[in-house]
Nanobody, 117 residues
């Protein structure tokens, strides 16, 4: 089992920045990802970090604006979001998968990010 708790969401103006946190505990995992859900059931992938080597990956929609980092001493992963746009408005989730190419198995409760124009 992995327990995940997101925090750091809020209301910001377009062009602003937020840093989200994901505090984790429990068993080891291969990958932590960040996702967002604006409406409907789909959660859009916005980046991940491979635990073994720290490599990060981002889709084109956020590349250059979002950065994932981790602080092992605090058991926390961060999602730094810069130059926010109204279309970034969503509930943001962190999630982990045990197998590197497998399903994301464990999810946090999410934190709301609202970007005003």
């Amino acid at each position: 089992q992995v327990q995940l708790v997101e925090s750091g969401g809020g209301l910001v103006q377009a062009g602003g920045s937020l840093r989200l946190s994901c505090a984790y505990s429990g068993r080891t995992f291969s990958t932590m990802g960040w996702f967002r859900q604006a409406s409907g059931p789909h959660r859009e992938f916005v980046g991940n970090i491979v635990w073994r080597d720290g490599r990060t990956y981002y889709p084109d929609s956020v590349k250059g604006r979002f950065t994932i980092s981790r602080d092992n001493a605090k058991n926390t992963v961060y999602l730094q979001m810069n130059d926010l746009k109204p279309e970034d408005t969503a509930v943001y989730y962190c999630a982990v998968r045990v197998e590197i190419l497998g399903k994301f198995d464990y999810w946090g409760q999410g934190t709301q990010v609202t970007v005003s124009s």
